[in-house]
């Protein structure tokens, strides 16, 4: 069967499966893009934190109890938060199509 023979519901999943391969790949960029964004926003908050921490009360007590709750909490967040960068750098096996049939499929040949 030539390609101008090629059936409709062959060249639909075909072009379906080039779409969501080009789509993978695009976020999968996207990932290290926004990574100096991830790392500002810890930062400031790291900052506020230990800024906040010079503040806590002294005395002992349920004010201090729950301000110091509080501040381990959004320490714990940005513990999260950073567990959750670093899953999705962490390095990853892909099994990627053959360039010479990506630069077809795109090329429509």
């Known amino acids: 069967m030539s390609d101008s023979q090629e059936p409709p519901?062959?060249?639909?999943?075909?072009?379906?499966?080039?779409?969501?391969?080009?789509?993978?790949?695009?976020?999968?960029?996207?990932?290290?893009?926004?990574?100096?964004?991830?790392?500002?926003?810890?930062?400031?908050?790291?900052?506020?934190?230990?800024?906040?921490?010079?503040?806590?009360?002294?005395e002992t007590g349920i004010v201090a109890l729950i301000s110091l709750l509080l501040v381990a909490a959004s320490l714990l967040?940005?513990?999260?938060?950073?567990?959750?960068v670093v899953s999705s750098i962490f390095p990853a096996q892909f099994r990627y199509l053959a360039i010479t049939r990506i630069c077809s499929t795109i090329r429509g040949i």
């Open 77 to 84: 967040s940005g513990l999260g938060a950073l567990a959750f």
């Open 9 to 58: 519901a062959l060249a639909h999943i075909e072009k379906t499966l080039a779409d969501s391969y080009r789509k993978e790949i695009d976020q999968e960029e996207n990932v290290w893009r926004s990574l100096p964004f991830f790392a500002a926003t810890l930062a400031l908050q790291l900052a506020a934190l230990f800024q906040v921490i010079g503040r806590l009360p002294a």
